[in-house]
């Protein structure tokens, strides 16, 4: 299993809001190693889209927004859109492995 | 504009070997850690291990260490990741990503991926 925990799974309907959670550890986000989020849509390579725990890359609607507190990290998505629908993850550094980690994944469906 | 353009997808044989590429452009090659990023159909993302390009440091995962093998030749701005036998279980889509600012950071941008197929 992966280092990170996400929820495999969130839906919504359009316009609301969804969170999705990644929790870590002592080592990783924990340890205070920034956490940062990637939107894949299926075939597709994944895309920036949160970095260095609460910021928006250029481009990225202000609909996401990132937050981290102790040894988790959340996405939040709001005004759902259709074009949302997408695998999310996050991503920080492990100091026992000293390299990078992902979260397992979480598939958003837009109902 | 900073991109970093893979090879293209491969069909091998269990116990083949393998090199493929990714090649970065728009920046200062040897200024910046490349990662190597697996995910398996189906799955999701995984760290296999990075490189620095300025002198060839590398470090690997503990799943991957002694699996692959990553490589860079900064006269032509590529970065490589190769397998001297290939298994089945290697059948999976590659990701190359750039740390634009340090190893502890953020992947931006990602290559288009190389898709690896491994069967008899």
């Known amino acids: 299993q992966s280092v990170l925990t996400q929820p495999p799974s969130v839906s919504g309907a359009p316009g609301q809001r969804v969170t999705i959670s990644c929790t870590g550890s002592s080592s990783n986000i924990g340890a205070g190693y920034d956490v940062h989020w990637y939107q894949q849509v299926p075939g597709t390579a994944p895309k920036l889209l949160i970095y260095d725990n609460t910021n928006r890359p250029s481009g990225v609607p202000d609909r996401f927004s990132g937050s981290k507190s102790g040894t988790s990290a959340s996405l939040a998505i709001s005004g759902l859109q259709a074009e949302d629908e997408a695998d999310y993850y996050c991503?920080?550094?492990?100091?026992?492995?000293?390299?990078?980690?992902f979260g397992g994944g979480t598939k958003l469906a837009v109902l | 504009e900073v991109q970093l353009v893979q090879s293209g997808a491969e069909v091998k044989k269990p116990g083949e070997s393998l090199k493929i590429s990714c090649k970065g452009s728009g920046y200062t090659f040897t200024g910046y850690w490349i990662a190597w990023v697996r995910q398996m159909p189906g799955k999701g993302l995984e760290w296999m291990g990075i490189?620095?390009?300025?002198?060839?440091?590398?470090r690997y995962s503990p799943s991957f260490q002694g699996q692959v093998t990553i490589s860079a030749d900064k006269s032509i701005n590529t970065a490589y990741l190769q397998w001297t036998s290939l298994k089945a279980s290697d059948t999976a889509m590659y990701y190359c990503a750039r740390h634009p600012k340090n190893r502890y950071n953020r992947f931006d941008p990602w290559g288009q991926g190389t898709l690896v197929t491994v069967s008899s």
């Open positions: 490189i620095y390009p300025g002198d060839s440091y590398t």
């Open positions: 991503q920080s550094f492990d100091s026992g492995l000293s390299g990078s980690v």
